[in-house]
């Protein structure tokens, strides 16, 4: 089995700073690309930012300048560095990761939990 278990969210002042990270553990081969989504209650789950294992990153354009994205392949670990917070990036934020498990030559795509994010206004 794989599990990402998400860890950092956090009540945080407009303009504050807050640290996601997310880790992915269980019978992995390779991670091709880690990522981060969120959903604000009553909305669709919507793309923030992602990165492949060569380092690539895409941003949606609400957040670039403001978030970084950043990976250690030897730990499986992805992070989000959340600069300049607005009140609507309160959602509940969750990893993605589309990985290839030992023993298997398909690369599946794997859901953690999420951990919540409060701007308030």
């Known amino acids: 089995q794989v599990q990402l278990v998400e860890s950092g969210g956090d009540l945080v002042q407009v303009g504050g700073s807050l640290r996601l990270s997310c880790a992915a553990s269980?019978?992995?081969?390779?991670?091709?690309?880690m990522g981060w989504y969120r959903q604000a209650p009553e909305k669709q789950r919507e793309l923030v930012a992602t990165?492949?294992?060569?380092?690539?990153?895409n941003y949606a354009d609400t957040v670039k300048g403001r978030f970084t994205i950043s990976r250690d392949n030897e730990k499986n670990t992805v992070l989000l560095q959340m600069t300049s917070l607005k009140p609507e990036d309160t959602s509940d934020y969750y990893c993605?990761?589309?990985?290839?498990?030992?023993?298997?030559?398909?690369?599946?795509?794997?859901w953690g939990h999420g951990t919540q994010v409060t701007v308030p206004s």
């Open positions: 269980g019978s992995i081969f390779t991670i091709n690309y």
């Open positions: 990165i492949t294992s060569g380092g690539t990153t």
């Open positions: 993605n990761a589309g990985i290839r498990r030992s023993g298997s030559t398909s690369v599946y795509r794997y």
